[in-house]
């Protein structure tokens, strides 16, 4: 257990519509990265939060955007679902903006159909 | 984009044996880090290696950095089933790179009873 949280667990959606993905970070940490993970691939960046500002964006289009709150919790928001955005979603908490050790939590999947 | 591509994607050996898995990737990194997943959930760090280290060990793993020809290997020795799972390496390139880690597309390992 790594102490990061992720809600909820499984959800579907259908093309067009809007999904919010929501993560608790580990006690202590104040800095949170979502990735996106393809089914058979490596993750891949989609932004980091450090103190409610983001610190560092992938190449992902504006429809996907985030927040981070004053409790370092974080939401991930995607806009105009398409068919491609299914995947598996995760977040990692870490200290101070580094990416020295990211500590996971177990991701949401998101079918999009 | 993925910055380390794995080698091999997939590997079966029997408990006991040794696991070997490679990574090559393409910039200069400040470190390079490996991590385990099981069954497309959450990632779990496993080791960090700087870019002025050369091998490092944490248990029965043993990972090593050749920056002269932007490759690592990760080897676990002594098997044992609960090693199932998928390795990815990830690159860290620093805050200039955008805050992120670059994962490569993972290894695939079966460990055998």
């Known amino acids: 257990e790594t102490g990061v949280t992720q809600s909820p667990t499984h959800l579907i959606k259908t093309r067009g519509q809007q999904v919010t993905l929501r993560c608790s970070s580990q006690?202590?940490?104040?800095?949170v990265s979502w990735y996106q993970q393809a089914l058979g691939q490596g993750p891949q960046f989609i932004f980091q939060y450090y103190r409610e500002e983001e610190n560092g964006r992938g190449n992902f289009p504006p429809r996907f955007s985030g927040l981070q709150f004053p409790n370092y919790s974080s939401e991930l928001n995607v806009n105009a679902l398409e068919l491609d955005d299914s995947a598996l979603y995760l977040c990692a908490s870490s200290q101070a903006a580094t990416n020295e050790k990211l500590f996971f939590g177990s991701g949401t999947q998101l079918s999009v159909l | 984009s993925q910055q380390g591509e794995e080698d091999p994607q997939a590997l079966s050996i029997q408990e006991g044996e040794n696991a070997t898995m490679n990574c090559s990737y393409k910039t200069s990194i400040n470190n390079l880090q490996w991590y385990r997943q099981n069954s497309g959930r959450g990632l779990v760090h496993l080791i960090l290696?700087?870019?002025?280290?050369r091998e490092k060990h944490s248990g029965r793993l043993r990972v090593t950095l050749d920056t002269s020809k932007k490759s690592s290997s990760l080897l676990i020795t002594a098997s044992r089933a609960a090693d199932t799972a998928s390795y990815f390496c990830a690159t860290d390139e620093g805050e200039a790179a955008g805050n992120k880690l670059t994962f490569g597309g993972g290894t695939r390992v079966l460990v055998k009873p």
């Open positions: 006690s202590g940490h104040n800095t």
């Open positions: 290696i700087r870019s002025n280290e």
